[in-house]
């Protein structure tokens, strides 16, 4: 059964008591591909991708090189509207706080940022995009609290996260992924999630592509 209405994954139970956070701007920050120096393979997918949405937020994308922590914390300030990374991506079952998604590091060689850094210094941006492999993965702990990625990316600000559960392939996501952003407007993150899996499902890819992506936290800006 295809759900007609957009569906968000509230990150926990007490995420309809949670109060505004501040406005941020109303600018996109693009990350893709980072330069890994040989350790991961290079993404061109996500190359192509990160060029493709920051065309449609109109704004220039961190690659390869320039994709580094540094850059993107300059890039996000004190906070953005929009934060697109696509890139790799890991989850660490035994140690959450140690999932990571990858930049480029200080001398080139792919560098980890992890959950457990991004909860002491967050990248602070009202919408988040994780376009790598399961991005949206964690463990549950005491309480209705879940470890990993997404819930540092909560903990910095952030209203709504889409985020993977298992690995994807290239062609699928950066349609999923350009369609998603050419219908933000207004801030509808439901409605351009809706959008972007009809799209992807109607061009013939499997389920297991358009189902990967989940929309958490707010359906709407």
Not at 189 to 207: F, L
Request: net charge positive; hydrophobic share 45%.
């Amino acid at each position: 059964v295809v759900e007609r209405a957009p569906v968000a994954v509230l990150p926990t139970g007490g995420w309809i008591l949670r109060e505004g956070r501040a406005q941020r701007r109303e600018t996109a920050v693009v990350v893709g591909d980072p330069a890994f120096g040989g350790l991961m393979p290079q993404l061109k997918g996500a190359l192509v991708e990160a060029e493709r949405v920051a065309e449609i937020h109109r704004v220039r994308p961190l690659l390869r090189a320039n994709a580094t922590e540094a850059a993107v914390r300059v890039a996000v300030g004190s906070g953005t509207g929009v934060l697109h990374v696509a890139t790799h991506g890991t989850f660490d079952a035994a140690h959450p706080l140690r999932s990571a998604i990858y930049l480029t590091g200080p001398d080139g060689q792919a560098a980890a940022l992890t959950a457990a850094q991004l909860f002491e210094k967050p990248l602070q941006a009202r919408l988040v995009v994780l376009s790598a492999c399961e991005t949206g993965v964690g463990r549950v702990v005491a309480g209705d609290d879940f470890l990993g990625l997404v819930r540092s990316f909560y903990l910095g600000g952030a209203s709504a996260v889409v985020n993977s559960l298992w690995p994807v392939e290239d062609e699928g996501t950066r349609l999923f992924m350009e369609t998603f952003h050419a219908n933000l407007r207004g801030g509808r993150y439901g409605a351009a999630w809706r959008a972007a899996r009809d799209a992807t499902k109607a061009a013939g890819h499997p389920v297991w592509v358009y189902a990967a992506f989940v929309l958490g936290g707010s359906l709407q800006q």
